[in-house]
């Protein structure tokens, strides 16, 4: 029996089986196929995207020895639903009609706690060297702070200071390379590790640990240019 399937789309590899005499054959690209099939033989026109289709073999079928197949699409509809919250786009509306939960803090549970800027790894080295007074002098009692006294003798509190004021130093530096580098050297064409170079010389400056301290971009900019000039005059001098 052979036979043509129209369909929307994807006329090829659609199951053509005949149920009957188990005989099985799939369409081609075109739709076309060929399976045995004699009267009253059932044939069963399958695929996942279309709605499936019996046909049972009559005498005017055998005697036109063809079959035409109309196949509809196969269209899943879901009923609507909502995932989580419906958000309007406010936010503050939005936060309050969250399930979420913030993270518990030491205020929930009654024990004091560090509100400031975090401290780096340095910072927290010093701060455990150095911490508390030296002496606490209470009534019939003193206390002495015998961890911060060691740490100074043994010149530990002072390396560790140093490390402390170079990591500000280094993070005020690239901070500052970061935001000005573009700006101070547009005009010339120089390569990236002499810039460096530049911004480690004026982070040696007394001046500049102020003004990173200040934070005060106009100030900082007017300062680098002065450093940056004064050297290319102190420069033309010296080859005169």
Known sequence: MKGKVIASSDLGSIHILNITAQEFTVTNDKGDFVVPAKLNDTILISSIQYIPQNIVITETTLKLQYLTINLEDRVNELDEVVVGKILTGDLLLDIGNSDAKRD???????????????????????YEADAGKTFVILPLFVGINIHKILNKISGRTKKLKSAVKLEEQVTCMNKVKSEFSNMLFADYEIEEHLKTDFFYYVAEDPKFEILCKADNDFEMYEFLLQK?????????????
């Open 228 to 240: 940056l000039y004064m050297d290319e005059t102190e420069n033309i001098e010296l080859k005169d």
């Open 104 to 126: 518990i803090n030491f205020y929930d549970v009654g024990i004091p706690g560090y509100v400031g800027k975090p401290k780096t790894q340095k910072e927290r080295k010093l």
